[in-house]
């Protein structure tokens, strides 16, 4: 705690719910670009952004296959509700005047890039803000392992998880008042007491490659800044 330390490169992690603002479902363009503006507020210290979006907002891969549609497909399904979303997030940031790539792990030319490390890289260097859509590109698997794989393709010195609370909790928090939150916490313990920061794979992908995982609360205005700059509270998996 209290420790800082200067971020060149990053990866922003949000779940497609956090674009949701009230509603149930789909997107909310207000909150899209209140997200965009805590990345801008990122982007103008010369730090250099990396972004997966889940989709949970618009579709599940589990529920449909929980509906009877074979999982591959349903997601499939998955993958492509990211892609919506990040499209929706480019376009919130470059109404800020934030040059932006949509890199796609499923080439779709005309929508958005194919995904091409070296390629990515040099759009990084060039402090363009590249949101990786599609996930990984493989079913069973979500945007949390995404978004570990690429923080370590991209070699990103952390992933910041944006979520609806300020780090993580030996439990719910929303449920149990005397909830504790952790200011640091290993990959071993999260895994074994089941935290619930991530899925179990991306974790381990974390740990494997020692990349730390920010946990942090993105309704915080100025959060993402802050938390950058080690102000407020957060979490620390490592
Ligand atoms: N998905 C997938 N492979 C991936 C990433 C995502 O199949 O590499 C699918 C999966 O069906 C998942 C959906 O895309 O349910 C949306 O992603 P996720 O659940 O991670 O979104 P979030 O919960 O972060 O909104």
């Known amino acids: 705690p209290g420790r800082s330390r200067t971020y060149d490169r990053v990866l922003l992690k949000i779940s497609g719910e956090a674009l949701m603002g009230d509603q149930s479902y789909g997107l909310n363009p207000p909150t899209v670009a209140r997200i965009a503006r805590e990345v801008q507020s ?4 010369g730090v250099e952004i990396c972004m997966v979006i889940g989709g949970g907002n618009i579709f599940r891969g589990l529920q449909g296959s929980a ?11 998955g993958m492509l509700a990211t892609v919506m979303n990040a499209l929706a997030m480019q376009s919130a940031l470059e109404a800020l005047d934030i040059y932006t790539r949509v890199i796609s792990a499923i080439p779709m030319d005309q929508i958005c890039e194919p995904y091409i490390r070296r390629r990515a890289v040099r759009h990084l260097e060039k402090k363009r803000v590249c949101i990786f859509a599609a ?3 493989n079913p069973y698997f979500t945007t949390d392992t995404a978004a570990t794989l690429r923080a370590n393709e991209m070699r990103c010195q952390a992933i910041f998880k944006g979520t609806k609370v300020d780090g993580v909790y030996d439990k719910d928090p929303t449920k149990f008042e ?7 916490v290993t990959y071993d313990e999260v895994l ?3 935290l619930g920061v991530m899925d179990a794979s991306a974790i381990a992908l974390a740990r494997d490659n020692r990349l730390p995982i920010v946990v942090f609360s993105l309704d915080e205005p100025g959060g993402f800044r802050g938390i950058l700059a080690g102000q407020g509270t957060y979490t620390t998996v490592h």
Request: glycine content about 10%; hydrophobic content about 20%.
């Open 192 to 194: 074994q007491k089941n």
């Open 135 to 137: 996930g990984t590109g």
């Open 42 to 45: 990122v982007h103008e210290l």
């Open 67 to 77: 509906q009877g549609m074979e999982r591959t497909t349903a997601d499939y399904m």
């Open 178 to 184: 005397d909830a504790k939150r952790y200011d640091r």
